[in-house]
């Protein structure tokens, strides 16, 4: 894994600089893969026609950081961490119409889709796959850790006035990531929908978004940890894979009249996660894999004598990002959070990360002022 450690940590910096986070090749191995020293504000002059200039509010810690520190993505380096951000508009460019200084909104990841191929012009939905896109935030452009961020405006989402910075920065990703999933199962109301995996940052807003859309919830882990929030986020069975297949299998099908479930997500990187996910699913139903470990390991007879259909999903559209904002407001849809205030705290979080104890999203307060300003405006806030 691409890591360093933690060089220095400057507290005092003038108007031209901003406290940021970034990846530095190694040389020596540290629990965090992050170098905290300061570098220029971007400036609203350089901002391309679609570009937002962001004062970052919240930055939340995603499995994708790890990704990137770890080579994955061929990142240059040095790179600031973190997609999942959210704050305030300090600046738009010149062909923002949507937009505009003040507005408080939720980073988008993808960044300068072309418009004119296939995927792009092609059905809504599949917008989001643009293989011209340019580099994504936090994995090859300057992401959220830090206290500005430059992010594309058509890939940005308003917030509601209801929902808070704290809400809003690991939907960024997790929740745009977890919501896709959910609504490509389309598992009817009333119908079981399956999620492997369910209790991690993804899993339990996954439960969440089902049970806010009519669905029953299968939550299906392999820690402590996540059974608990699998349970407190609202599933309605919750199964513990450590029992191996068989036996998760057998207390699926008797929860769903022997059928198993309408459709499955697996959000699990286990060798074994998405045989599993089949496994639970009724025959002839779907398997969604949003987890993007290197292999993906399915036995023959869950394809061929079960007919399970499986299918990859990514991110949100810009439309489906309001959809899930719009339903995390109405449902008042929680993301458990860990906390750590000012980016030189970055470190601990990492910890925690390690420990394998995270319950939730870890996020880093990044700018205090505006989190007090946004308790003092209203204090009913998702």
Not at 200 to 208: D, E, P, R
Not at 228 to 237: C, M, N, Q, T, V
Not at 323 to 342: E, G, Q, W, Y
Request: aromatic share 4%; net charge neutral; charged share 20%.
């Amino acid at each position: 894994m691409l890591a360093a450690q933690v060089m220095e940590c400057k507290l005092r910096y003038g108007p031209e600089n901003y406290l940021h986070i970034s990846y530095q090749p190694p040389p020596q191995l540290d629990n965090t893969p992050y170098h905290i020293h300061r570098i220029p504000i971007p400036s609203p002059s350089s901002l391309a026609p679609n570009d937002l200039l962001i004062k970052v509010a919240v930055a939340s810690y995603c499995h994708t950081d790890s990704m990137v520190s770890s080579g994955k993505f061929s990142s240059s380096l040095p790179i600031t961490g973190s997609h999942e951000g959210a704050g305030t508009v300090v600046a738009v460019g010149s062909a923002v119409k949507d937009l505009k200084p003040g507005d408080r909104v939720m980073c988008g990841l993808m960044q300068d889709g072309c418009g004119e191929c296939r995927t792009c012009k092609g059905p809504g939905e599949y917008r989001n796959y643009c293989p011209n896109a340019g580099p994504g935030l936090g994995i090859k452009r300057d992401g959220a850790f830090a206290e500005y961020c430059v992010c594309d405006a058509r890939q940005s989402n308003k917030l509601p006035d209801e929902m808070s910075f704290e809400t809003a920065a690991p939907l960024a990703c997790a929740g745009r990531t977890a919501y896709r999933g959910v609504v490509q199962s389309k598992v009817p109301k009333g119908s079981w929908l399956g999620l492997v995996g369910s209790g991690g940052g993804l899993g339990h807003l996954g439960i969440q978004f089902a049970k806010a859309l009519g669905m029953k919830v299968v939550g299906i882990d392999a820690r402590d940890e996540g059974l608990e929030l699998s349970k407190s986020a609202g599933a309605d069975l919750v199964v513990d894979a450590r029992k191996g297949k068989d036996e998760v299998v057998k207390e699926v099908q008797q929860a769903t009249d022997g059928m198993g479930c309408y459709a499955t997500v697996n959000i699990s990187e286990g060798r074994t996660a998405a045989d599993i996910a089949c496994a639970v699913t009724m025959m002839h139903g779907k398997m969604v894999q949003i987890a993007q470990p290197d292999e993906v390991c399915i036995t023959m007879p869950q394809l061929i004598f079960r007919d399970i259909r499986v299918e990859g999903s990514l991110l949100c559209t810009p439309e489906q990002s309001q959809d899930m904002l719009d339903l995390a407001t109405k449902h008042n849809i929680s993301v458990k959070t860990n906390p750590f205030h000012r980016l030189e705290k970055l470190p601990d979080l990492m910890a925690l990360v390690e420990s394998g104890k995270l319950k939730g999203k870890g996020i880093i307060i990044v700018d205090e002022e505006a989190m007090r300003k946004e308790r003092q405006a209203t204090s009913e806030l998702v």
